[in-house]
T-cell receptor
Framework: GAVVSQHPSRVICKSGTSVKIECRSL??????MFWYRQFPKKSLMLMATSNEGSKATYEQGVEKDKFLINHASLTLSTLTVTSAHPEDSSFYIC????????????FGDGTRLSIL | DQQVKQNSPSLSVQEGRISILNCDYT??????FLWYKKYPAEGPTFLIS?????DKNEDGRFTVFLNKSAKHLSLHIVPSQPGDSAVYFC????????????FGGGTRLMVKP
């Protein structure tokens, strides 16, 4: 099946650091990738939709200057949490979809971000 | 406003028996529904999906039922196995909204040996 690789799996860093998370589709080209955030014991909340070659579409309440998304190729999207603070600590998950119709999204294994 | 709801936060089932996970939705524009399984510290894994033109889809031990009039879907796992223990999320999307997924809150399934 479709494989999505997310890296790193865990990051622990000091407040004020910027952190980059990579999401790669390994065996298919993804024109659209998605970034989610999951709080403890909560559902996945869509943060933004990343479109190859164009600007990301952010959900209401998500700061685009805080969470920078770049989708430079059909197999790679990056999320950069800029000047991270403890409240940004969370589990971030990316997904990718092969096609634009009714296709399932395939998820990476997530990144646990801990800001001290 | 939660458009996709999983009202049971947890479910405990004996190995070999049937597990039934339920999901309700409010948006009548949803036309594609999916179930994902998630282990701690991992991303969700796609299990099974169903289009709104169908009322049942089966894949091995997993069957998804869709009742459009009741805006309800369910996932049946039979027979349940201890390895099925995980959090199950239902998700829905609408073609008119770009097929973005809206997730339910998840149900933790525990299958006891």
């Amino acid at each position: 099946g479709a494989v999505v690789s997310q890296h790193p799996s865990r990051v622990i860093c000091k407040s004020g650091t910027s952190v980059k998370i990579e999401c790669r589709s390994l065996d298919f080209q993804a024109t659209t990738m998605f970034w989610y955030r999951q709080f403890p014991k909560k559902s996945l909340m869509l943060m933004a939709t990343s479109n190859e070659g164009s600007k990301a579409t952010y959900e209401q309440g998500v700061e685009k200057d805080k969470f920078l998304i770049n989708h430079a190729s059909l197999t790679l999207s990056t999320l950069t949490v800029t000047s991270a603070h403890p409240e940004d600590s969370s589990f971030y998950i990316c997904s990718a979809r092969d096609g634009t119709g009714n296709q399932p999204q395939h998820f990476g294994d997530g990144t646990r971000l801990s800001i001290l | 406003d939660q458009q996709v709801k999983q009202n049971s936060p947890s479910l405990s089932v004996q190995e070999g028996r049937i597990s039934i996970l339920n999901c309700d939705y409010t948006n009548s524009m949803f036309d594609y529904f999916l179930w994902y399984k998630k282990y701690p510290a991992e991303g969700p894994t796609f299990l099974i999906s169903i289009s709104s033109i169908k009322d049942k889809n089966e894949d091995g031990r997993f069957t998804v039922f869709l009742n459009k009039s009741a805006k309800h879907l369910s996932l049946h796992i039979v027979p349940s196995q201890p390895g099925d223990s995980a959090v199950y999320f239902c998700a829905a999307s609408a073609r008119a909204a770009g097929n973005m997924l809206t997730f339910g809150g998840g149900t933790r399934l525990m299958v006891k040996p």
